[in-house]
């Protein structure tokens, strides 16, 4: 088992399969300038499988496959299999944007996969298209349907809020989980590498933020109720509406210091360990793993090197990447 510094038991990887995507969501990556890592930098569908043996191995036992957009990636269904398959795996997800999920969701759930998280942050169409600078939302939610009727589940839907852009959907969105058995998530929006001008009408820096406190004042109307917080529920706090059969949750990097509870390590696609998402510090492990040496030791290096929590309140802001490049 790895324990960090702080007493933190380390059981959640989150490998980032591609930097590639099909969207350009503003909060996540910039309009343009922005590269894709050049193809002889990236791990391939073998390093990610040796690399989730090595972290089972140490007892990782929640994966979740991530990008850029996962579904982009050629070999998606192949890494979903080998690690679904690997001994000590009880947990394998995905977080994708849905557009590709139509034609992907029953092949995924045949690979192995047993749930999804989608991003969502707006129910308007010409919003949606705005703020993922050229999606259709009408595919990403044929997408989101196509999830529910290939069984993945629970599906749990991710909207990043964003003040006076989609901050006046809080209560609309909320309610989906009235209607379906879905996990509606709030989160705060991360200082990720992306205090530019976002351009398309969206609002400037100083307007974007909305705490999770502010969330709740919107939702007051619903009467959220607690729902039990469970040891591997990680920085999310869940409420549900009275009778709904789905949740609302919330995750709050800024509001509420979210650090103690965090489980978690990243792999990026171009083979670097991240033990904080919103701390620039990395160990690359790329030769290690071309190479065919120990990982394990990698891994326990990242997570004795785990910082305590972020700096965002001293304004110690992550920027060498963006979140695209990490995977959220
Ligand atoms: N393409 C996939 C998707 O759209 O979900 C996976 C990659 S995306 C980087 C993973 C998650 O990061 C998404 O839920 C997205 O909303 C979140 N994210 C990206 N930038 C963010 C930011 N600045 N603040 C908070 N969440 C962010």
Known sequence: MLIDHYGRAITYLRISITDRCNLRCAYCQPASGLSWIPEDKLLNKDDFVR?????????????R????????????LEIIERIGAIPGIQDLSLTSNAILLEEMAKPMAAA????????????????????????????????IMAAEEAGLSPIKLNTVVVGGFNDDEIPALARLSLDHPWHIRFIELMPVANSNDWGNGLPPVNQRYVSVQTMHEMLADLSLEPEATSANSGPERTFRIPGAPGTVGFISPLGEHFCARCNRLRLTADGRLRSCLLVDKEISIRDAIKSGADLEAFLMKAVEEKPRGHELHDHNCPDTRCMSQIGG
Request: aromatic share 8%.
């Open 51 to 63: 690399l989730a043996k090595a972290a089972a191995s140490l007892g990782i036992t929640k994966i």
């Open 65 to 76: 496959i991530t990008g850029g957009e996962p579904l982009v990636h050629p070999d998606v």
């Open 112 to 143: 192995g996969l047993k749930r999804v998280n989608i991003s969502l942050d707006t129910l308007d169409p010409e919003k949606y298209r705005r703020v993922t600078r050229f999606g259709d939302f009408n595919q990403a939610w044929k997408g």
